[in-house]
């Protein structure tokens, strides 16, 4: 008896899989070949890939990015539903392995976009060879003086910002922050990448769950910030997402790209939410060093920057929960798998490029 052909897996799905399959392994190999990935795609084609995204979403005011990440999230709710429905309630094992096959071909579609248009990124030369850092290694002595010249910073400017006259216009701050990344002189600057409109998510409450300040959006280009967090944040975070624009795309050199372009704008804003956030990046490691050392710097902290510190905290508690450790636990591993060993740690890796940018400047040189 013939088979029909409804009755067996398609051969050509199943083939494409496969294919598709062997692509992403092809794109995980440039992992070993940052060279090529630097010269052919990151100052190549990714320059041109951003500049026709951001041609087509910079122009519509609000984040089309949230709308394709939710329309994708509740088909691929569907998809699981259906498949789990029919393979194991309604044991029909063809069809549910049809739905399978079509998940698995979806999403290794999405993965292809992803590193085409963004991810590769991840490959490329670090940014210490590429913007000429050296001197990488640094003294716990030299830690803590820089600790502390970002402390004093926070406090002085602090004191000049009255929270009364604190700017309520989101797009007036990000144009600031946009600003502040064409600012960046050479290697720093952003002269060969496009710089996309900086948008207030859609999804602003969804991101407080799961403890996220803001994303780049690799499909659409849009740099999306959560709106209801606290302002002193929202530069740097602004500054942070522009730096993934630019193809920074490990998160120690979109953090140390965000708080070089904040702290040298004259926007006192931006620089407060740099040194802000530098600041509490460096007392961490401080603290994990010498304790001893971190309640002395502590004492330097002014009530002003002190008290927006326990805002911070009391903002981002009200929504902490089950959510936000599986987005750690999700969020760590995907870092891990695009050349990031150290997963989540890595945000805290921009001390290392900020250490090697102090000495460049000659502000660790003995007295």
């Given at each position: 008896?013939?088979?029909?052909?409804?009755?067996?897996i398609?051969?050509?799905?199943?083939?494409?899989?496969?294919?598709?399959?062997?692509?992403?392994?092809?794109?995980?190999?440039?992992?070993?070949?940052?060279?090529?990935?630097?010269?052919?795609?990151?100052?190549?084609?990714?320059?041109?890939?951003?500049?026709?995204?951001?041609?087509?979403?910079?122009?519509?005011?609000?984040?089309?990015g949230?709308?394709?990440?939710?329309?994708?999230?509740?088909?691929?709710?569907?998809?699981?539903?259906?498949?789990?429905k029919?393979?194991?309630?309604?044991?029909?094992?063809?069809?549910?392995?049809?739905?399978g096959?079509?998940?698995?071909?979806?999403?290794?579609?999405?993965?292809?976009?992803?590193?085409?248009?963004?991810?590769?990124?991840?490959?490329?030369?670090?940014?210490?060879?590429?913007?000429?850092?050296?001197?990488?290694?640094?003294?716990?002595?030299?830690?803590?003086?820089?600790t502390?010249?970002?402390?004093?910073?926070?406090?002085?400017?602090?004191s000049?910002?009255?929270?009364?006259?604190?700017?309520?216009?989101d797009?007036?701050?990000?144009?600031?922050?946009?600003?502040?990344i064409?600012?960046?002189?050479?290697?720093?600057?952003?002269?060969?990448?496009?710089?996309?409109?900086?948008?207030?998510?859609l999804?602003?409450?969804?991101?407080?769950?799961?403890?996220?300040?803001?994303?780049f959006?690799?499909?659409?280009?849009?740099?999306?910030?959560?709106s209801?967090?606290?302002?002193y944040?929202?530069?740097?975070?602004?500054?942070?997402?522009?730096?993934?624009?630019?193809?920074?795309?490990?998160?120690?050199?979109?953090?140390?790209?965000g708080?070089?372009?904040?702290?040298?704008?004259?926007?006192?804003?931006?620089?407060?939410?740099?040194?802000?956030?530098?600041?509490?990046?460096f007392?961490?490691?401080?603290?994990?060093?010498?304790?001893m050392?971190?309640?002395?710097?502590?004492?330097?902290?002014?009530?002003?920057f002190?008290?927006?510190?326990?805002?911070?905290?009391?903002?981002?508690?009200?929504?902490?929960?089950?959510?936000?450790?599986?987005?750690?636990?999700?969020?760590?591993?995907?870092?891990?798998?695009?050349?990031?060993?150290?997963?989540?740690?890595?945000?805290?890796r921009?001390?290392?490029l900020?250490?090697?940018?102090?000495?460049?400047?000659?502000?660790?040189?003995?007295?």
């Amino acid at each position: 008896m013939i088979q029909k052909n409804s009755d067996r897996i398609p051969k050509l799905k199943l083939f494409s899989s496969i294919f598709l399959l062997s692509l992403i392994i092809l794109i995980f190999q440039q992992k070993s070949q940052p060279e090529l990935v630097e010269k052919y795609y990151s100052i190549g084609i990714y320059p041109r890939i951003r500049s026709g995204l951001q041609f087509i979403f910079n122009n519509i005011p609000f984040s089309l990015g949230d709308i394709l990440y939710l329309i994708l999230s509740i088909a691929i709710l569907i998809s699981i539903f259906k498949f789990l429905k029919i393979f194991f309630f309604q044991k029909r094992h063809l069809d549910g392995a049809k739905i399978g096959l079509n998940m698995i071909i979806s999403l290794e579609v999405i993965i292809l976009i992803f590193y085409s248009f963004w991810g590769l990124n991840y490959f490329r030369q670090p940014a210490s060879e590429r913007l000429k850092l050296s001197g990488m290694e640094y003294s716990k002595e030299e830690l803590y003086k820089i600790t502390g010249i970002l402390i004093d910073s926070a406090n002085s400017i602090r004191s000049k910002i009255n929270p009364v006259q604190w700017p309520q216009n989101d797009p007036e701050l990000y144009s600031e922050s946009a600003q502040a990344i064409k600012n960046l002189h050479p290697p720093y600057d952003a002269a060969v990448y496009p710089i996309p409109k900086i948008k207030n998510s859609l999804i602003g409450t969804l991101m407080n769950y799961f403890g996220t300040a803001g994303y780049f959006n690799p499909f659409t280009g849009e740099a999306q910030i959560n709106s209801g967090m606290p302002i002193y944040l929202k530069p740097f975070v602004a500054c942070h997402e522009t730096a993934h624009s630019m193809g920074y795309g490990a998160e120690d050199e979109a953090n140390f790209i965000g708080f070089i372009s904040a702290s040298e704008s004259d926007n006192q804003m931006l620089r407060y939410s740099a040194y802000y956030l530098a600041a509490q990046e460096f007392m961490f490691e401080t603290g994990r060093l010498d304790t001893m050392v971190f309640q002395s710097l502590k004492s330097r902290i002014s009530e002003p920057f002190l008290a927006d510190l326990k805002s911070e905290r009391a903002y981002w508690e009200e929504y902490r929960g089950v959510s936000r450790r599986f987005s750690s636990i999700f969020y760590d591993n995907y870092l891990k798998a695009n050349k990031q060993p150290d997963g989540m740690k890595s945000y805290n890796r921009m001390i290392i490029l900020t250490m090697a940018y102090y000495k460049k400047r000659g502000l660790l040189m003995a007295p």
